[in-house]
């Protein structure tokens, strides 16, 4: 079992940075693929970075594509995002994600049906 608890959010500018956390508990967290889905106001939730169980393999969407950075700490049993040039499209719950224990080792899940465990979001608010 792993529960995932997200931090780092808040309300910053246009051009502004933000460092997601999403930490996990339990003692498998090395054996989960991870990845950040991000859900705006009336909209449906939507795929933002995966990163593999080594942590050698990431996957981005295009639209965060060289302002985002995915990372792993297994150690710590946290996961990043550090994301650069925010902008108001950015503005969302974003959520982290575990897959099944186990799986991914050299893949970067992009899909939600590819993850099993769901922290409860952190709000990103980016202002113009």
């Known amino acids: 079992q792993v529960q995932l608890v997200e931090s780092g959010g808040g309300l910053v500018q246009a051009g502004g940075s933000l460092r997601l956390s999403c930490q996990a508990s339990?003692?498998?967290?090395?054996?989960?693929?991870m990845g950040w889905f991000r859900q705006a106001p009336g909209k449906e939730r939507k795929f933002v970075a995966a990163?593999?169980?080594?942590?050698?393999?990431?996957y981005y969407v295009d639209s965060v594509k060289g302002r985002c950075t995915i990372s792993r700490d297994n150690a710590k049993n946290t996961m990043y995002l550090q994301m650069n040039s925010l902008q108001p499209e950015d503005t969302a719950v974003y959520y982290c994600?575990?897959?099944?224990?186990?799986?991914?080792?050299?893949?970067?899940?992009?899909?939600?049906?590819?993850?099993?465990?769901w922290g409860q979001g952190t709000q990103v608010t980016v202002s113009s």
């Open positions: 994600a575990a897959s099944r224990d186990g799986t991914y080792y050299y893949e970067a899940p992009e899909n939600e049906y590819e993850y099993h465990y």
């Open positions: 339990g003692r498998t967290f090395s054996r989960n693929a």
């Open positions: 990163i593999s169980r080594s942590g050698s393999y990431t």
